[in-house]
């Protein structure tokens, strides 16, 4: 993929700021997009964007093609005329800094079942507006609507524990199911409408505004999902549904006995005598709703762990060859390159971290496909470390850090004393103010793309991390505050991004003190 020097922040939705319990799509995401624009940036990274099932994480989805009900914005419901002002009076009272995903979905439940029965008379435009997406996602939303209205009904558990003719799809049980759950399943694909009405309107917000966006696609997908469930042909199952290998990875910098997690594996060959068609399908959808995908665990397409269903960790295991490059064919050839206003070529940076073999980096390079850099794994001390800004290619993308990592400040606070020597010798600076010390770095190197996520840009410590792998919960709630992205912020980002040529932005103001220039 090949893109002019740009930079960006990594920020998910449910990460703005708002009185409704968890970021949304309404106005604050929208002065999020104005922030970036103000700011010169040219691209917002996100997480993926699915329903969230176990522990809230979005790398574990009930599908890879519907969006997440919770990030729908009652603000734009009102608009809309599918909710009224009194419905939204007196929210719990939710914290403002992070996500209390409990009594946020009970609340977001009880709005969107509100505008589900004042949907009933909605006038012919909103309706005919709904019947055409129904219909023209039909091919992965009648499986997951009905999908969530059997797992409502069986008080939210596992598919593997329904009915079990309902857990195989039986021909006249599906029947009767969808006359029994007709009102669940409708109000289901009601809520994908709104959420992808809602992000397609900000997305063109966004890309008029010059700002294109990173999505995120897991290599695999949640047991307990509508993908699993319709179609378990495509997954390594036994014959009572069960996984007989899970994904994983062995141990590395972030566990010492590695990650379980715990995801079903593909029947490869399966898919690669259907031509990858489920694959196709799934980033032909992301690629409608982003405009680039960050391919979650790109090492597993050549060579994936496998871990014996039943372990307790994730130390047991083995490497198994991949699908290769005959996938990333197949992809080519049915997406083809998809320009963006930023890009041309495969629209894909590999997310290629990890245990990476001389057979990984041949998998990307043969696709231009641009590696991620990240700046927190580059001071141990080694000059030809591939992680220091002066041993990046150009067709990378560099980052202080991921939603997988420590914010820098606490990354920093972390390091060993000849860690921080080595960081200090080779930044330049005293490690006062690591973060944007980091930032500075990725913005200053040859690497096309450079983003930061906005707990970088706000100075941050470990109290606003956004995932800790391997935790079981407590991830995934970080929320900035409104007043954060002060001007002070917004000047200081400009005017760096202006200085390494990543971005135009509005000038700063050259009254004002600039960062930097007290040292």
Not at 95 to 121: N, Q, S, T, W
Not at 239 to 261: I, R
Not at 380 to 389: E, H, R
Not at 412 to 425: A, M, P, W
């Amino acid at each position: 993929m090949n893109t002019p020097r740009a930079s960006g922040i990594l920020l998910h939705p449910t990460s703005l700021p708002g009185r409704y319990g968890l970021g949304d799509l309404g106005p604050e995401a929208y002065r999020w997009i104005e922030f970036l624009a103000v700011c010169g940036q040219r691209l917002w990274q996100i997480l993926p964007l699915g329903p969230t099932g176990y522990s809230d994480s979005p790398y574990q989805s009930f599908s890879a093609f519907a969006g997440n009900p919770l990030l729908i914005s009652p603000d734009r419901l009102i608009e809309d005329g599918l909710l009224c002002a009194d419905d939204l009076e007196g929210p719990p009272d939710f914290p403002a800094e992070r996500v209390d995903f409990g009594p946020v979905i009970e609340y977001k439940k009880r709005l969107l079942d509100k505008a589900f029965e004042r949907f009933a008379g909605a006038g012919p435009e909103l309706r005919a507006e709904f019947e055409a997406f129904a219909a023209r996602e039909a091919g992965w939303l009648d499986d997951f609507a009905m999908f969530m209205a059997l797992k409502g009904a069986h008080g939210g558990a596992v598919w593997n524990t329904w009915d079990a003719a309902l857990a195989t799809r039986e021909p006249a049980a599906m029947a009767e199911a969808a006359r029994q759950y007709a009102p669940a399943v409708a109000s289901q694909k009601f809520r994908q409408f709104l959420f992808f009405r809602q992000w397609m309107r900000l997305k063109t917000y966004a890309n008029a505004k010059g700002i294109v966006i990173v999505g995120d696609v897991p290599i695999f997908v949640a047991y307990d999902s509508a993908d699993v469930w319709a179609r378990p042909p495509l997954f390594r199952l036994d014959a009572s549904g069960q996984p007989t290998h899970v994904a994983g990875v062995p141990p590395d910098y972030f566990s010492p006995t590695g990650q379980l997690w715990g995801n079903p594996l593909y029947q490869w060959d399966g898919l690669k005598k259907r031509g990858y068609d489920w694959w196709i399908d799934r980033l032909r959808a992301t690629l409608a709703t982003v405009d680039i995908v960050r391919l979650d665990h790109f090492r597993g397409f050549e060579a994936y762990w496998e871990v014996p269903a039943g372990m307790p960790t994730a130390e047991v295991g083995r490497w198994v060859k991949g699908p290769g490059a005959h996938f990333f064919e197949a992809i080519r050839a049915a997406l083809g390159d998809a320009p963006t206003s930023l890009s041309a070529g495969l629209p894909i940076i590999a997310e290629d971290l990890g245990v990476i073999t001389p057979e990984v980096v041949a998998l990307r390079d043969r696709f231009n496909l641009p590696g991620m850099k990240v700046l927190q794994f580059a001071f141990a001390g080694d000059p030809a470390d591939p992680f220091l800004p002066h041993n990046f290619p150009r067709n990378c993308v560099a980052y202080s850090g991921t939603h997988d990592n420590d914010t820098s400040r606490g990354w920093y606070q972390t390091l060993s004393q000849k860690e921080r020597d080595f960081y200090r010798r080779y930044s330049g600076r005293d490690g006062s103010d690591v973060s944007w010390d980091l930032i500075r770095l990725a913005w200053a190197s040859v690497a096309n793309m450079a983003v930061a996520p906005l707990q970088d840009v706000l100075s941050l410590g470990p109290e606003a991390r956004m995932n800790l792998p391997g935790r079981a919960s407590g991830n995934w709630s970080w929320r900035y505050l409104s007043d954060q992205l002060a001007d002070g912020v917004r000047v200081r980002l400009t005017d760096l991004t202006r200085l390494y040529g990543r971005g135009g932005g509005e000038p700063p103001d050259e009254t004002r003190p600039r960062p930097g220039h007290h040292r």
